[in-house]
């Protein structure tokens, strides 16, 4: 049986909450609320030093555990035992933010552990250095409803532009990813077709997880109290029945100089990813411009921020892959364990 980690990505919006507690519901993988600590762990990790010292994990599983944005209290963990259980694991930035994530899989009982968060379909390529086995799930939605959902979160203060750009975003990322990972690596559904019918969808992904399909998985509104935090309002369909009542809703929560922006600026990757286009008249010219702009503006960031990651792989201090599972022990050469080299009863 697989103990690969499984990571839930998209554009924010698209559904990715209610297919983390569809994972979840699997009797084999728990999928905890999104805790933000893994990506700034990675871009500080010279901070921590070299984390094949005890010391250093520790100082690391403590700033994971106490730090008020790191939101690790989602987890519902003992702080002390995540650090003694972090310093004992293998000197690795991967293995210490990994054994929070196992911990929480202990929870419950379960083999598997995944997170979930949208924004990690640009950050791919930072989460395979951490954990070189990973998988990935991309789950696309029309880009129409994204937008429209973006700009009702209370937590969403930028504009239009900004939303149609987010999922631009991650269709392009999702699309580099299609060409470049492995069959077993990534794997792409669209939310449509998860809503319209979930047994058949995610018969499929387990397929792809190498697991057994469960009917738990279909009817996840359970494992919301456990996985979704109650403050998370925005994520209150999430208590109810899977539904496809949201398809489609941009056409009336959009404006229509936001429809015409979206067709203009999304259309063909819109139809790339099977989604008709309804023929909007042409946006103005000053809406075009100034999408262009922040298009522009965010890919500069990501650039520089991408320059910068690669000077630092140059002077990393430690081992950043996990050394965790039966996969990432292999890849860095460490033996493997009796349990792993005993061969299954038949």
Same mark, same amino acid.
């Given at each position: /049986?697989?103990?690969?980690?499984?990571?839930?990505?998209?554009?924010?919006?698209?559904?990715?909450?209610?297919?983390?507690?569809?994972?979840?519901?699997?009797?084999?993988?728990?999928?905890?609320?999104?805790?933000?600590?893994?990506?700034?762990?990675?871009?500080?990790?010279?901070?921590?030093?070299?984390?094949?010292?005890?010391?250093?994990?520790?100082?690391?599983?403590?700033?994971?555990?106490?730090?008020?944005?790191?939101?690790?209290?989602?987890?519902?963990?003992?702080?002390?035992?995540?650090?003694?259980?972090?310093?004992?694991?293998?000197?690795?930035?991967?293995?210490?933010?990994?054994?929070?994530?196992?911990?929480?899989?202990?929870?419950?009982?379960?083999?598997?552990?995944?997170?979930?968060?949208?924004?990690?379909?640009?950050?791919?390529?930072?989460?395979?250095?951490?954990?070189?086995?990973?998988?990935?799930?991309?789950?696309?939605?029309?880009?129409?409803?994204?937008?429209?959902?973006?700009?009702?979160?209370?937590?969403?203060?930028?504009?239009?532009?900004?939303?149609?750009?987010?999922?631009?975003?991650?269709?392009?990322?999702?699309?580099?990813?299609?060409?470049?990972?492995?069959?077993?690596?990534?794997?792409?559904?669209?939310?449509?077709?998860?809503?319209?019918?979930?047994?058949?969808?995610?018969?499929?992904?387990?397929?792809?997880?190498?697991?057994?399909?469960?009917?738990?998985?279909?009817?996840?509104?359970?494992?919301?109290?456990?996985?979704?935090?109650?403050?998370?309002?925005?994520?209150?369909?999430?208590?109810?029945?899977?539904?496809?009542?949201?398809?489609?809703?941009?056409?009336?929560?959009?404006?229509?100089?936001?429809?015409?922006?979206?067709?203009?600026?999304?259309?063909?990757?819109?139809?790339?990813?099977?989604?008709?286009?309804?023929?909007?008249?042409?946006?103005?010219?000053?809406?075009?411009?100034?999408?262009?702009?922040? /298009?522009?503006?965010?890919?500069?960031?990501? /650039?520089?921020?991408? /320059?910068?990651?690669?000077?630092?792989?140059?002077?990393?201090?430690?081992?950043?892959?996990?050394?965790?599972?039966?996969?990432?022990?292999?890849?860095?050469?460490?033996?493997?364990?009796?349990?792993?080299?005993?061969?299954?009863?038949?």
């Amino acid at each position: /049986m697989s103990d690969r980690p499984v990571f839930v990505i998209g554009c924010p919006r698209s559904g990715t909450t209610m297919l983390q507690l569809m994972l979840h519901s699997h009797p084999r993988m728990a999928v905890p609320p999104e805790t933000r600590f893994l990506i700034p762990a990675y871009y500080r990790r010279r901070t921590w030093g070299d984390l094949r010292l005890d010391h250093r994990r520790r100082a690391l599983a403590q700033w994971i555990a106490t730090d008020r944005s790191t939101k690790f209290r989602e987890l519902k963990l003992d702080k002390d035992e995540f650090v003694r259980e972090a310093v004992e694991a293998p000197g690795s930035l991967g293995s210490v933010i990994g054994t929070a994530f196992r911990m929480y899989a202990d929870r419950f009982d379960k083999a598997r552990w995944g997170d979930k968060r949208p924004s990690y379909v640009k950050q791919v390529d930072l989460l395979l250095r951490l954990f070189p086995d990973a998988q990935f799930i991309h789950l696309v939605r029309d880009g129409r409803d994204c937008v429209a959902s973006l700009k009702e979160m209370p937590w969403y203060t930028l504009d239009s532009f900004h939303a149609v750009s987010t999922w631009a975003e991650a269709i392009d990322a999702g699309g580099r990813l299609r060409r470049t990972l492995a069959d077993d690596t990534y794997y792409e559904l669209r939310y449509e077709d998860l809503t319209d019918d979930p047994m058949t969808e995610l018969k499929k992904l387990c397929h792809f997880l190498e697991e057994d399909f469960s009917p738990s998985m279909i009817s996840p509104r359970e494992a919301a109290s456990v996985a979704v935090p109650q403050h998370k309002v925005w994520h209150r369909n999430t208590h109810h029945e899977v539904t496809r009542s949201r398809v489609g809703s941009w056409a009336n929560r959009l404006d229509d100089w936001e429809i015409a922006l979206c067709e203009h600026m999304l259309g063909d990757r819109l139809e790339s990813m099977g989604y008709e286009l309804i023929g909007a008249s042409k946006p103005a010219k000053e809406h075009v411009t100034a999408c262009q702009k922040t /298009m522009q503006k965010r890919k500069a960031s990501r /650039m520089r921020k991408g /320059m910068r990651d690669r000077f630092n792989r140059l002077r990393e201090p430690s081992p950043v892959a996990a050394m965790l599972t039966s996969a990432q022990r292999s890849l860095a050469g460490v033996p493997q364990q009796r349990s792993e080299l005993t061969e299954p009863a038949v």
